[in-house]
């Protein structure tokens, strides 16, 4: 008796169970565990048989009536808490997944977080089951960029086992497509970036007037001094493009592939440039055409700007995205489709009595939504009547909604993209 007081009666041994979590021990009463039966100390309490309580826990010693748990000790001491006071709490650093993998084990039910805790959990949770569906589609989506980045330059490593010079070309090849591998592939990288920005102003430089050269027939030719230029860069070209293909461990997919096909296309103008040059003077002539066939082949030369995705993570997130945006695009052209055939035909039937307009046909119209709609406005073609200017008001309103509504998604899986191609291309060019 203390102060008009007694102590309860102790309880017997009988009365409690001995858990062991990982080492951490504790002594709990049945009646505190049976406050929920449904959890899995609370199942444990109604098992009979040594082979159902071993279904719930890792060992049991029966002598000294002890539950050994093979989980994480820190946590249990939360369950601990939670049986106590009827509430759970989320553990602030914790991972979320590692939280709900817990109290799955330990059968506590989401709705037993406390208030201050729940809506974080719940946050958390849906941001996590995001990341982690967005991963399995881009797991099991065939032909998924993310997957074959990661995974390409390793399985290529592995074809080169028994091939010819396996070591010499294995070696070659990981300087040519890694060129984070090593200073080597650096300076290799470097130089095809260097020769690609050459040519590349070559070209533009040769567009200008003060380049222009004729030749005795008044035929345009090349400027010397650029025509130098363009052999040196086309013969490093090609060098690069037969050295990289005699190292490819499969000669069919290297061929198959986007960018190595760029290649191809950007070196093939002119060669096909130089053998019709070496035919005849009058075999030259019997061919059609040949002087609009010269202009295209030379204007193919534009493609060699593309091989600068060979060293651009931007480049590349850029083509994956609008490969894997397909929808969106589609949703995009059509949108504005109907916005543009609607506006032409309102634009139309408010300006044609007006002899100063321009818009005196739905074609002219498309010519005049579609610069709108993309708030281009060259100014070429305007409304001049109040209608048409409020036309004209609502086409450019409606054509910033209906941009802006897939661009959204498009640049958000552009985002995506770029963040996972730089990481396993940490080494390479980001431009």
């Not at 890792?58 to 994480?72: A, G, K, V």
């Not at 060129?179 to 080597?184: K, R």
């Amino acid at each position: 008796m203390v102060y008009g007081r007694a102590f309860p009666a102790r309880l017997p041994d009988d009365c409690f169970i001995n858990l062991n979590v990982g080492g951490f021990k504790r002594r709990m009463e049945r009646d505190v565990l049976q406050r929920f039966p449904q959890t899995r100390l609370g199942r444990l309490l109604c098992c009979s048989s040594r082979e159902a309580i071993l279904e719930l826990c890792d060992d049991f010693s029966p002598s000294e009536m002890e539950y050994y748990f093979d989980r994480n000790p820190g946590f249990f001491r939360h369950v601990l808490n939670f049986y106590l006071t009827g509430k759970l709490h989320l553990i602030e650093g914790q991972c979320v997944v590692s939280f709900r993998q817990e109290i799955e084990y330990w059968g506590i039910k989401e709705r037993h977080l406390d208030s201050c805790c729940s809506n974080r959990f719940h946050e958390l949770k849906g941001v996590a089951d995001d990341r982690d569906s967005e991963r399995k589609s881009e797991e099991e989506q065939p032909g998924s960029p993310f997957a074959e980045e990661l995974s390409s330059l390793d399985r290529d490593l592995e074809m080169f086992e028994g091939s010819w010079c396996a070591d010499v070309r294995k070696n070659l090849w990981l300087r040519l497509e890694n060129p984070g591998h090593s200073a080597s592939a650096k300076a290799l990288a470097l130089a095809s970036l260097s020769v690609v920005t050459i040519s590349i102003v070559a070209m533009c430089v040769h567009s200008m007037p003060s380049f222009h050269r004729v030749d005795l027939n008044d035929r345009v030719v090349e400027d010397p001094v650029l025509a130098i230029f363009e052999n040196i860069c086309v013969l490093c070209f090609s060098v690069e493009f037969l050295v990289r293909l005699a190292a490819a461990p499969s000669a069919g997919k290297f061929l198959r592939s986007p960018l190595n096909l760029i290649d191809l296309i950007s070196i093939m103008p002119f060669y096909v440039t130089l053998a019709i040059e070496m035919v005849d003077e009058g075999e030259r002539g019997k061919l059609e055409n040949v002087g609009k066939v010269m202009q295209i082949l030379r204007l193919m030369r534009v493609f060699r700007i593309l091989k600068l995705a060979r060293h651009s993570s931007g480049l590349r997130s850029l083509g994956a995205t609008l490969r894997h945006s397909y929808r969106e695009v589609g949703l995009l052209v059509l949108f504005l489709s109907v916005g543009m055939s609607i506006f032409s035909a309102l634009i139309y039937t408010v300006e044609k009595e007006c002899q100063e307009s321009e818009l005196q046909n739905i074609p002219v119209g498309w010519w005049w939504a579609t610069i709108s709609m993309t708030t281009v406005g060259y100014g070429d073609t305007f409304p001049v009547t109040l209608a048409g200017k409020l036309v004209g008001t609502l086409c450019i309103v409606c054509g910033l909604l209906i941009v802006a509504l897939p661009i959204t998604n498009i640049f958000n899986k552009f985002s995506e993209f770029y963040e996972k191609q730089k990481g396993p291309n940490a080494g390479r060019c980001s431009t």
